[in-house]
């Protein structure tokens, strides 16, 4: 399912962003193609070199290349993208996304991205459950994000409740299972029932559960 794909992580800086490592290996090993983008701050947690080796591409974190005025084209790189996923994703960067903002790269190809956006949050639970936060994960929501949850468990500060970022493991199951549900038409098998040689075509979806009529077809 993920074969192929071009899969967009961006980085921020939480204290979880060492499971990006493990999240770049399994799309990586899913046979998907992975690009990474971090923030500034996620440097500080995980080093680009760990995430370039794993992904096989350079990371990419500035605008601007270097020196010589070559810049890092974040419209390219959303458009390259078939899904984006932002994991781990601060408070703070989520709160950038549900308002435009648009100070750094990753922020750049977020609003580039003409492709499906993922966010799994990750913070201690007061965050996670602070009014403000709250307002930005449904202001996402309403733009056509998908959030991956966080989990209920032990926090870096030591307390427990919700805001630990979801697995690696789970979070490739959760952008299979999307990859899955929004299959082309073309990509499923179908069985064709002619009841009427003219009129009535009736056209079932083997693959998934659901049949489908598509009258248009005639
Ligand atoms: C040790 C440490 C751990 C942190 N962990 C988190 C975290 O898990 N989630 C979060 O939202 N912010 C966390 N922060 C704060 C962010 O790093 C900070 O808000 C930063 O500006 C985020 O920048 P970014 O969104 O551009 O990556 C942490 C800070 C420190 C010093």
């Known amino acids: 399912m993920l074969k192929g794909k071009n899969i967009l992580i961006g980085v921020t800086g939480s204290i979880a962003a060492y499971k990006a490592a493990h999240l770049v290996r399994l799309f990586i090993k899913k046979g998907a193609n992975v ?7 996620a440097t500080e947690f995980i080093t680009p070199l760990t995430l370039s080796t794993l992904s096989k591409n350079p990371v990419l974190i500035d605008f601007k290349k270097n020196e010589t005025g070559e810049w890092n ?12 996923l932002i994991t781990p994703a601060s408070a703070n960067t989520i ?11 990753l922020l750049a190809t977020y609003l ?20 403000t936060t709250l307002k930005n994960l449904k202001q996402l929501a309403s733009f056509g ?5 966080p989990e209920h468990g032990e926090l870096a500060s030591g307390l427990v409740g919700e805001g630990r970022m979801a697995e690696p493991e789970a979070i490739v199951k959760f952008i299979e299972q999307a990859f899955s549900a929004n299959l082309p038409a073309t990509n ?6 002619l009841v009427q040689p003219t009129k009535l075509l009736i ?15 005639l």
């Open 112 to 131: 580039s991205a003409r492709c499906k956006v993922y966010f799994a949050p990750a913070m201690d639970l007061d965050m996670y459950k602070h009014a």
């Open 35 to 41: 690009k990474v983008v971090m923030t500034k701050a």
């Open 203 to 217: 056209l079932f979806v083997l693959s998934g559960i659901t049949p489908v009529g598509k009258w248009d077809l």
């Open 188 to 193: 499923k098998r179908y069985l064709l029932l």
């Open 73 to 84: 084209n974040h419209v390219e790189l959303g458009l390259w993208a078939d899904c984006m």
């Open 145 to 149: 994000n998908t959030i991956i949850h």
């Open 95 to 105: 709160a950038k996304m549900a308002n435009g903002i648009c100070d750094n790269l």
